[in-house]
């Protein structure tokens, strides 16, 4: 089993910035990929960032790309969302997502374990 629990969401600004961060325990955190995805009202959950097991392989959805930086911190079992240059659209419920395998995955098939989610709200 794994536990995640995201913190750092909030009303912001549009043109201002949130970090987000995933804490996860249960299982070696540093074996396995994690992922960010979003549901805003009325939609489907969709991707957002997704990070492999070194840190050293990621990826973004097109809509958030050059503005949302995603890391993590294998020693504080951590995985963080850096979000920029936020937008009203960007408004969602933000989900932190531990992967079946250490490879960076944008399908939500590939994610085993899912945390409550933490709401983000931009405002114009």
């Known amino acids: 089993q794994v536990q995640l629990v995201e913190s750092g969401g909030g009303l912001v600004q549009a043109g201002g910035s949130l970090r987000l961060t995933c804490a996860a325990s249960g299982r070696t955190f540093g074996s396995y990929a994690m992922g960010w995805f979003r549901q805003a009202p009325g939609k489907e959950r969709e991707f957002v960032a997704t990070?492999?097991?070194?840190?050293?392989?990621?990826d973004y959805a097109a809509s958030v790309k050059g503005r949302f930086t995603i890391s993590r911190d294998n020693a504080k079992n951590t995985v963080y969302l850096q979000m920029n240059s936020l937008k009203p659209e960007d408004t969602a419920v933000y989900y932190c997502?531990?992967?079946?395998?250490?490879?960076?995955?944008?399908?939500?098939?590939?994610?085993?374990?899912w945390g409550q989610g933490t709401q983000v709200t931009v405002s114009s």
């Open positions: 997502a531990n992967a079946i395998f250490g490879s960076a995955t944008i399908y939500e098939k590939g994610y085993s374990y």
């Open positions: 990070i492999d097991w070194t840190g050293g392989s990621t």
